[in-house]
């Protein structure tokens, strides 16, 4: 579904992204590991076009998006979901005309087919009886079901999720994998996690990629990562400062 060839982006003369190779299968969830400052949310960015290459290419099924025009790129933008670490509500929005928003913004749905889709969303998220409340009102967790709900109400075919568990507990870090995972199953979308959650988040991962030095080093199924030999793999996983990784 999305490929990424020869990936480069440097800001202000420092390089970050220095050649990144990797293809995210479609329908399945990738998570993307790596030290902090490594450029993972860098790479995030690049998929959806929110950031553009200074050389390489990004394909989105078969069409090369670095080479797009901006209403071509509104065109892709379209297939994309997505979580951000703080869930980004609207606070003077309450939490129903939060994930209602992009469908009145974007779509000329009737009201009524609006208000259906949404109170379906909320309730999938398990916030069917908090669409009332405002963000401020939510604990982190249900905030980040709101920010989830927001991200599906489009039916995107690809959903990215920056730090999906930032700030939570390890309760509620669980809570929100295993419902990225069951929206996974229900909607179909891929999905591509960036997470310092480790090992858990490898429990709803197809596939786990770890970004080091610029590069992707690793690509493989979690349970192939957990025992890879790589020394990058091996630092990383048991937190050695010492090591072919960087340390930024």
Same mark, same amino acid.
Do not use: W
């Given at each position: ?37 490594? @450029? ?150 891929? @999905? ?46 048991? @937190? ?9």
């Amino acid at each position: 579904m999305i490929r990424v060839a020869n990936l480069h982006k440097s800001f202000r003369g420092q390089k970050v992204l220095k050649g990144v190779n990797i293809e995210f299968a479609r329908g399945k969830i990738t998570t993307i590991v790596g030290t902090s400052g490594c @450029g993972k949310t860098v790479l995030l960015k690049h998929l959806n076009a929110l950031l553009l290459p200074d050389k390489g290419e990004i394909f989105i099924d078969s069409v090369d998006i670095s080479k797009l025009r901006q209403k071509e790129l509104y065109q892709i933008r379209a297939k994309f979901g997505v979580l951000f670490q703080g869930a980004a509500l609207l606070d003077s929005m309450s939490v129903f005309e939060n994930v209602g928003f992009p469908l009145r913004e974007k779509t000329k749905m009737k009201e009524s087919n609006i208000k259906k889709k949404v109170a379906d969303r909320l309730e999938q998220v398990g916030l069917g009886e908090m669409g009332h409340k405002l963000p401020a009102e939510l604990s982190g967790g249900m905030r980040k079901r709101a920010g989830l709900a927001r991200a599906l109400i489009m039916d995107p075919e690809i959903v990215l999720f920056d730090e999906p568990t930032t700030g939570l507990d390890p309760v509620l870090a669980t809570s929100i994998h295993q419902l990225i995972a069951r929206t996974q199953e229900a909607f179909g979308f891929t @999905g591509i996690i960036v997470s310092h959650t480790i090992p858990q988040v490898f429990e709803i991962s197809d596939y786990v990629a770890m970004l080091a030095n610029g590069v992707v080093e690793e690509l493989t199924p979690p349970e192939v990562f957990c025992s890879s030999q790589n020394p990058i793999v091996q630092q990383f996983i048991h @937190g050695k400062t010492e090591g072919p990784i960087q340390v930024l």
